[in-house]
């Protein structure tokens, strides 16, 4: 069971505590903090995370191919997930990261702002 967060805030479960969510949404919430979280930002867990927030230094027309590259990196532990596809839109000065991903059958989709 992870703890269920909404826009990167935790969701109180209404008794003094914080709301929990399991199975395939718990895998989704799981891939959603690898994702955002920065690769090397909590000294203790340094390969946790990614290293999406990097795209920006990149050429752009190597960032579609990194960006897969980060996706599939930060996601390495997460044995039950597969990634699907990894698709990036750009606009000006920002990108949205559209990834695909698959839980026991289940297709799930993350977007990300890169």
């Known amino acids: 069971m992870e703890q269920k967060l909404v826009e990167g805030d935790y969701v109180p479960d209404g008794a003094g505590g914080l709301a929990v969510v399991s199975?395939?949404?718990?895998?989704?919430?799981?891939?959603?903090?690898?994702?955002?979280?920065?690769?090397?930002?909590?000294?203790?867990?340094?390969?946790?995370?990614?290293?999406?927030?990097?795209?920006?230094?990149?050429?752009?027309?190597?960032?579609q191919a990194l960006a897969a590259q980060y996706v599939a990196e930060a996601l390495r532990e997460e044995r039950?997930?597969?990634?699907?596809?990894?698709?990036?839109?750009?606009?000006?000065?920002?990108?949205?990261?559209?990834?695909?991903l698959e839980w026991r059958g289940e297709e799930m989709t993350v977007q990300v702002e890169v």
């Open 80 to 100: 039950e997930v597969r990634v699907q596809s990894v698709k990036l839109t750009e606009r000006e000065g920002t990108g949205l990261l559209i990834v695909c």
């Open 23 to 63: 199975g395939g949404e718990g895998a989704l919430a799981r891939a959603l903090f690898r994702l955002t979280a920065r690769r090397g930002g909590l000294p203790f867990l340094p390969e946790l995370g990614s290293r999406l927030y990097q795209l920006g230094r990149e050429r752009a027309s190597a960032r």
